[in-house]
T-cell receptor
């Protein structure tokens, strides 16, 4: 049982380059999330997807796009990377069942933009 | 919109001492409340959660948290810390309504354990 899998684990980009961070979950969860983690700022929500085909902006969506093509996968795209996007990115998924819910996180992608 | 405040950026305690990490939230109704732990270089792991009912909840690794509606707080406690508890701890809230399960995190509290 893999849980939430993110690829790649590490990436260095030059300013202006584009890339897509991939995330897949095998727990049949409805909700998926992309967060960025910066020192002293906790985890900030970039985008949220409540179900396949739906996405919603979070706290810091500028400079990012997402795609939820199916229930398993939720990708995050940087069209033109900037140094301010240097961060650790986490994907998560969750399933609300009645009053019970829990989010599961991937291991993170450490992105450096130079 | 909901928000979470963790007023302590960094806490240092001696091994074997008790621990309390503070968390305050802002939301119109009672949200779902969580504590997560992150070890260096790792993802986040759920320690415990509160939805309703008994205001004292037990979690993994000997942690507990108490929900106080009047103070909008959800503080994490442990009677006796171990060196392996050194990590960063995040409080989080989620609206209780379906279809809007945006999980919002506080800025975290880094816990250092001294021998």
């Amino acid at each position: 049982n893999a849980g939430v899998t993110q690829t790649p684990k590490f990436q260095v980009l030059k300013t202006g380059q584009s890339m897509t961070l991939q995330c897949a979950q095998d727990m049949n969860h409805n909700s998926m999330y992309w967060y960025r983690q910066d020192p002293g700022m906790g985890l900030r929500l970039i985008y949220y997807s409540a179900s396949e085909g739906t996405t919603d902006k979070g706290e810091v969506p500028n400079g990012y796009n997402v795609s939820r093509l199916n229930k398993r996968e939720f990708s995050l795209r940087l069209e033109s990377a900037a140094p301010s996007q240097t961060s650790v990115y986490f994907c998560a998924s969750s399933l609300r069942q009645g009053r019970n819910t829990e989010a599961f996180f991937g291991q993170g992608t450490r992105l450096t933009v130079v | 919109a909901q928000s979470v405040t963790q007023p302590d950026i960094h806490i240092t305690v001696s091994e074997g001492a008790s621990l309390e990490l503070r968390c305050n939230y802002s939301y119109g109704a009672t949200p779902y409340l969580f504590w997560y732990v992150q070890s260096p270089g790792q993802g986040l792991q759920l320690l415990l959660k509160y939805f309703s009912g008994d205001t004292l909840v037990q979690g993994i690794k000997g942690f507990e948290a108490e929900f106080k509606r009047s103070q909008s707080s959800f503080n994490l406690r442990k009677p006796s810390v171990h060196w392996s508890d050194a990590a960063e701890y995040f409080c989080a809230v989620e609206p209780p309504n379906f279809g809007n399960e945006k999980l919002t995190f506080g800025t975290g509290t880094r816990l250092t354990i001294i021998p």
